[in-house]
């Protein structure tokens, strides 16, 4: 129970998960603290819950990434109790158990749910979290709004599967133009919106809307597409 939990003993199955030959193999690689096995940023948040939970009873629940021999990590659902050592002292036993295939599994459904299946990017559902939250910060926001002109066209000249790409190159080519922290998104269809947080001048964001154009037109021309397709771009931004 002492600053980054003092380790006594681990079992054989659990130096078996975390890939470690031996329990001083693995005291060693932790400098005997249960702490250093924890992911350095999931560490703040474990000291956080278990003193919050133990506070409130002598059992607790808690998922975390764990280390392994070779540095990679692996998620853990850590259940234990408070007990007391053979010396006397407060100390916490715990099963491990390895939630890693979960983890990864949750995690690649909630991404299919909240990203455009054909773009990548995300999809309607995936940006209204960011929208709700922006509108509820009074920090400035804007949205980019971009919508294909006659895409119809493309399908019917050229096939759907022409269409497909066309779609995937304006996506591709948002997502450089912004930054990382701006929301791309396919609202669906041909409409795309990308949401900005912060203040950008009108005439930078005139000037990257043309150089987007320039580069739609160009990569069609180049692939012999009728030149009819163009897009309508709009910008709101808050005061």
């Given at each position: 129970?002492?600053?980054?939990?003092?380790?006594?003993?681990?079992?054989?199955?659990?130096?078996?998960?975390?890939?470690?030959?031996?329990?001083e193999d693995f005291e060693d690689?932790?400098?005997?603290?249960?702490?250093?096995?924890?992911?350095?940023?999931?560490?703040?948040?474990?000291?956080?819950?278990?003193?919050?939970?133990?506070?409130?009873?002598?059992?607790?629940?808690?998922?975390?990434?764990?280390?392994?021999?070779?540095?990679?990590?692996?998620?853990?659902?850590?259940?234990?109790?408070?007990?007391?050592?053979?010396?006397?002292?407060?100390?916490?036993?715990?099963?491990?158990?390895?939630?890693?295939?979960?983890?990864?599994?949750?995690?690649?459904?909630?991404?299919?749910?909240?990203?455009?299946?054909?773009?990548?990017?995300?999809?309607?559902?995936?940006?209204?979290?960011?929208?709700?939250?922006?509108?509820?910060?009074?920090?400035?926001?804007?949205?980019?709004?971009?919508?294909?002109?006659?895409?119809?066209?493309i399908n019917d000249l050229y096939?759907?599967?022409?269409?497909?790409?066309?779609?995937?190159?304006?996506?591709?080519?948002?997502?450089?133009?912004?930054?990382k922290t701006d929301a791309v998104?396919?609202?669906?269809?041909?409409?795309?919106?990308?949401?900005?947080?912060?203040?950008?001048?009108?005439?930078?964001?005139?000037?990257?809307?043309?150089?987007?154009?320039?580069?739609?037109?160009?990569?069609?021309?180049?692939?012999?597409?009728?030149?009819?397709?163009?897009?309508?771009?709009?910008?709101?931004?808050?005061?």
């Amino acid at each position: 129970m002492e600053e980054g939990f003092p380790l006594y003993v681990a079992n054989e199955r659990l130096l078996n998960m975390a890939e470690y030959e031996s329990y001083e193999d693995f005291e060693d690689d932790i400098q005997g603290l249960v702490i250093n096995s924890i992911h350095p940023d999931d560490r703040a948040y474990v000291n956080a819950e278990m003193a919050e939970i133990l506070a409130q009873g002598d059992q607790y629940e808690i998922e975390y990434r764990m280390k392994k021999k070779d540095g990679s990590y692996f998620w853990v659902h850590d259940i234990g109790r408070r007990t007391v050592a053979a010396d006397g002292r407060d100390a916490i036993i715990s099963v491990l158990i390895d939630v890693s295939q979960q983890v990864h599994t949750k995690a690649r459904l909630e991404y299919a749910a909240l990203s455009d299946p054909l773009t990548g990017i995300l999809n309607r559902k995936g940006v209204q979290s960011r929208i709700a939250e922006a509108m509820a910060n009074p920090s400035s926001y804007l949205f980019f709004m971009l919508d294909l002109d006659n895409f119809k066209q493309i399908n019917d000249l050229y096939g759907h599967k022409q269409g497909d790409e066309v779609l995937c190159f304006v996506a591709r080519h948002l997502t450089e133009s912004f930054r990382k922290t701006d929301a791309v998104c396919r609202l669906g269809g041909d409409e795309f919106l990308i949401l900005y947080l912060g203040n950008w001048a009108l005439t930078e964001l005139t000037a990257r809307s043309q150089t987007f154009l320039r580069k739609m037109e160009e990569q069609f021309r180049s692939r012999s597409i009728h030149p009819s397709l163009t897009a309508s771009i709009g910008i709101a931004q808050t005061d």
